[in-house]
């Protein structure tokens, strides 16, 4: 929910730290609503490039400020349906009618008018047809398996395309069906990265694997599962952490923009900040998937906007810090992961250890990704005091990337030296973690 502005001004301290890309909320005008929650954008009355998050040049301006330091821009797009009232005026002063007539863009044929559930609103999400043509929470429907259509929602992402965008993220996918998403992405321009909202943790007609033929998708079983075990569980359980999908084609995230508000409890967020800590060093240590960082702002009402500096919701510039601004992508743990998950890409895990071994409950594990990196996460309530610990990697004295950052040959923390044969040893406090690398090496 950052306007263009202030992510163009946040790029060079991302590239600096590692971070490949931005998921930026989505760049058409969307409705107007009293309150200005934080879903209107997801209710989109026209493709221009015009919300609150800034206009069309401040767009252009940020993907050129973030390519100039080698920073990637994914738009979340959504192509699915446009606003769920039946009229009104939109940011950009677009406006519509009818819950079906959008001027200039489409009249009531172009949208799907499922006829099998009261109201056409979905009504059982079991049920296949309603999910891909009904109509989710009176969002109208756009008929994605209509040509014009389909150009039509192909020339708004060749319009992002153009700008510089490098990829999507693509909402209520699985509200489409797999044959007309394919149809859509294969008129792009050129190519560009995509990965799916597919909300499927199993029991629910339409699976995430129909959609892998032509993108990427985002598995939300993944932080559930992370969530549990750090919240309730035995973090050791996470040994064979996967997701349904192979790892090659799998976005994970720990939580996102709607599942903080409505994921339910086992949804760990920035709400508590020792656990989401360790959960995030474990996401950037385990080699299953591609793992997005939230960057959030607070709320008590789920509904809750972003930061505004007017009635109509015009969105605050980012200072981390203050007017309700989280920033927790720039905590020190997880900036310092995004170094060692580039650093050990590629490897896999070995030598794992876990406090079962020891009579422990489970709660605290160690692993090497190959000899490039060492990772401790102690989820326990007491700490792992003096434990040496077998790593693979070559003699010598490494930050600890999650307490500090080497700076000019120097840790900004405490620093572990590994002796031959990769052992070293290491206190880890209770809700704390550890994590070293090849590539932050001291001296």
């Not at 959008?102 to 079991?126: E, K, L």
């Not at 086992?266 to 474990?282: D, E, G, H, M």
């Not at 005091?385 to 077998?390: E, H, I, L, T, V």
Request: glycine share 12%; charged share 15%.
């Amino acid at each position: 929910q950052w306007n263009w502005r202030s992510v163009a001004a946040e790029c060079p301290r991302l590239a600096k730290v590692g971070y490949a890309g931005v998921q930026i909320s989505p760049a058409q005008e969307h409705a107007q609503v009293v309150g200005n929650p934080w879903w209107v954008d997801y209710q989109p009355v026209s493709y221009q490039i015009a919300s609150r998050r800034g206009d069309r040049a401040a767009f252009q301006a940020m993907v050129s400020a973030c390519h100039a330091v080698g920073v990637k821009i994914y738009a979340d797009a959504v192509i699915n349906h446009m606003a769920g009232s039946d009229s009104g005026v939109g940011w950009a002063g677009s406006t519509w009618s009818g819950h079906y007539t959008y001027p200039g863009i489409y009249q009531p044929q172009d949208f799907h008018h499922c006829g099998i559930a009261p109201n056409d609103d979905i009504g059982d999400y079991q049920n296949r047809a309603q999910v891909q043509t009904c109509e989710l929470v009176n969002l109208a429907d756009l008929d994605t398996g209509s040509d014009y259509v389909r150009g039509r929602i192909a020339a708004y992402l060749n319009d992002l395309i153009a700008l510089g965008v490098d990829g999507f993220r693509v909402d209520a996918v699985k509200h489409m069906s797999a044959e007309d998403v394919a149809a859509i992405m294969g008129r792009l321009s050129k190519p560009a990265e995509r990965y799916y909202e597919v909300i499927d943790k199993g029991g629910e007609p339409i699976s995430m694997s129909e959609y892998t033929g032509s993108g990427k998708v985002l598995v939300f079983s993944y932080g559930d599962e992370v969530g549990s075990a750090v919240q309730w569980g035995k973090i050791a359980a996470l040994r064979n952490l996967g997701g349904g999908v192979d790892g090659t084609v799998a976005r994970v995230f720990l939580d996102n923009h709607d599942t903080q508000r409505h994921g339910g409890a086992q949804v760990i967020t920035f709400k508590q900040p020792r656990l989401y800590a360790l959960a995030n060093v474990f996401m950037l240590a385990w080699p299953y998937g591609e793992p997005t960082v939230m960057s959030s702002f607070e709320f008590t009402n789920p509904d809750a906007g972003p930061p505004s500096t007017d009635q109509s919701g015009t969105t605050k510039d980012t200072v981390c810090g203050q007017d309700g601004w989280v920033c927790e992508h720039r905590w020190q743990s997880t900036e310092g992961m995004v170094g060692f998950h580039n650093v050990v890409k590629g490897s896999g895990v070995e030598l794992w250890w876990d406090d079962t071994s020891v009579g422990g409950s489970g709660n605290a594990v160690a692993f090497a990704r190959g000899d490039r990196g060492y990772v401790v996460v102690n989820n326990a309530t007491a700490p792992l005091s003096g434990r040496s610990f077998q790593s693979r990697m070559p003699p010598g004295t490494y930050c600890d990337v999650v307490h500090g950052a080497l700076v000019d040959g120097r840790c900004s923390g405490p620093s572990v030296t590994v002796a031959a044969h990769g052992w070293f040893t290491a206190d880890v406090g209770n809700l704390d973690a550890l994590a070293i690398h090849v590539g932050a090496k001291v001296g």
